[in-house]
């Protein structure tokens, strides 16, 4: 891509070489490393929607490359699960830095308006500690198939209200896992249509279920938003339409559910969240359909500050086309891929088949400039829940020491990727070859919104050393390199007539 021949930095170069010695790290093929070469801090937030970026105070166009956190069994605390500074370190030492934490409604409303303090100080203890290692958050609340009465995760009991006169033994009495029930038993969709229809019962404190939910994450954002380190509110996962979209359907008859319901549900809960917390991002989902290759028509909430988040799993590159497709339709969302990955269990893979699927799939990522949080890093879901969940993770069992083969060390190298975090500009193309070793980066000098950036705005890259075991060198134009030698954290400062820059990296 470079075909300038460039000069070794000396004290009055403006194009930079750099030939470093990268830190290696000890790392076993049984333990990888969890030191940490160098203390590298969380993004700072609050951050801005700026298009199809966020941007940072500076302007700087911040990308995430992380991993979900998601604890489907109850207390669904992190400090019960097993959770540790250990895998904290696991996580940044693998470059990530972003964990997407999920939050379960039935944990923090057990009684209709009543609020469970308790557990949602153990979620700001957890941000907080990922923080510590330089982990940023983004909070999701989630569900998997409704509610722990349906054989599934998130709403409260109380919350699931169905016909008993149709379904008179309740929600999914076969104990159907997840998504078998969703997308197969009536009474599933019966739950669902409860709560679209916003309904209320003396359960409810005859208070719609919408309302409560919005009411809900109005206090969450109240209580515990200010946590340093949130980076974004994320409105519900893999919303079900419940009979309004049917599921063997997957067309463009889900407009009818985008357009109308779902609409005027992320209205009201962004809505709710804006009262209290007027700056930090908002994310929403389109339906689960979204997620195997449906279109989406919802309407985004006339709130300030919202991005798009979604999941391209079977399908990646139809499903990050169709997000570019609506992203044109609403230029002023950020993209954000909260989950990809999950390719065990009812998929077709092998496990020694997983580590080139990531690969290839952090390279399709790359080449549609995506930010992406990886699914997961322990799924210990409930057997009857979701059979061979922990499967899908990096570590099967968090009550376990993490060495292999309960650390899924493969899996964990092959998601260690360098990419840019931070860039003063906005970015280009980046790219990461493997087996060439090679990372590039450009990008233009001005922001999203067309702005100058401040001399002092730092361009960040990722480089792990588990990808440049024997040292590395730099090719730069545009840009000066401001960062120590041998650090994971590749710092450049923009030349101050520099229109574009170019970063090139090759492995020794």
Not at 204 to 217: I, K, N, S
Not at 335 to 351: Q, V
Request: contains cysteine.
């Amino acid at each position: 891509m470079m075909r300038h021949v460039l000069q070794l930095q000396n004290l009055m170069g403006s194009i930079i070489v750099l030939l470093a010695t990268f830190f290696l790290s000890a790392c076993s093929n049984y333990k990888p490393s969890t030191s940490l070469a160098e203390k590298i801090e969380a993004l700072p937030t609050p951050l801005v929607a700026s298009g199809r970026w966020m941007t940072d105070q500076q302007g700087r166009v911040v990308i995430f490359r992380g991993i979900n956190l998601v604890n489907k069994n109850s207390p669904y605390t992190y400090l019960s699960s097993g959770i540790t500074e250990e895998d904290a370190r696991i996580i940044r030492a693998a470059g990530m830095n972003i964990v997407r934490l999920g939050i379960i409604w039935g944990a923090i409303e057990p009684i209709p308006g009543q609020y469970n303090d308790v557990y949602l100080k153990d979620i700001s203890s957890t941000i907080t500690m990922l923080r510590s290692y330089g982990i940023n958050t983004l909070l999701n609340m989630h569900q998997d198939q409704y509610s722990t009465s349906c054989n599934g995760v998130g709403a409260p009991d109380w919350a699931t209200i169905i016909n008993l006169a149709k379904f008179p033994k309740g929600c999914n009495p076969n104990k159907l896992p997840f998504p078998d029930g969703e997308l197969t038993d009536p009474s599933v969709f019966d739950a669902w249509d409860g709560f679209w229809q916003n309904k209320s019962s003396a359960s409810t404190g005859l208070v719609g279920l919408q309302d409560r939910y919005a009411e809900t994450w109005a206090y969450v954002a109240k209580s515990i938003g200010s946590t340093p380190g949130i980076i974004g509110y994320e409105i519900m996962n893999e919303p079900y339409p419940g009979t309004v979209c049917k599921a063997k359907m997957l067309g463009d008859e889900c407009a009818l559910f985008d357009q109308g319901v779902y609409s005027k549900f992320i209205e009201k809960v962004s809505s709710k969240i804006r009262n209290v917390d007027s700056k930090t991002l908002i994310f929403f989902e389109p339906s689960v359909f979204f997620d195997f290759g449906t279109a989406t028509h919802v309407t985004p909430p006339n709130v300030p500050n919202v991005g798009f988040s979604f999941h391209p799993y079977l399908t990646m590159s139809h499903v990050l086309a169709n997000a570019f497709v609506y992203h044109n339709k609403f230029p002023n969302l950020p993209l954000l891929a909260t989950e990809w990955g999950a390719f065990t269990g009812d998929k077709p893979l092998t496990e020694n088949m997983v580590p080139a699927e990531i690969t290839a799939g952090s390279m399709r990522l790359d080449k549609a400039m995506m930010p992406a949080i990886y699914w997961t890093y322990a799924n210990p879901a409930p057997s009857s829940f979701l059979p061979g969940a922990f499967r899908q993770g990096l570590v099967w069992d968090l009550n376990k020491p993490r060495t292999t083969p309960n650390l899924m060390v493969d899996r964990l190298n092959a998601l260690t990727w360098p990419y840019p975090q931070a860039v003063a500009g906005t970015p280009l193309e980046w790219s990461f070859h493997p087996e060439r070793q090679l990372f590039q980066l450009s990008y233009s000098t001005n922001s999203p919104s067309g702005q100058r950036l401040d001399i002092n705005a730092r361009t960040e890259i990722m480089l792990p050393s588990e990808r440049f075991k024997n040292g590395y060198e730099i090719f730069v134009e545009g840009a000066k390199v401001v960062s120590t030698r041998n650090a994971n954290l590749l710092v450049l400062l923009n030349q101050s007539d520099a229109k574009t820059v170019k970063i090139l990296v090759k492995g020794l």
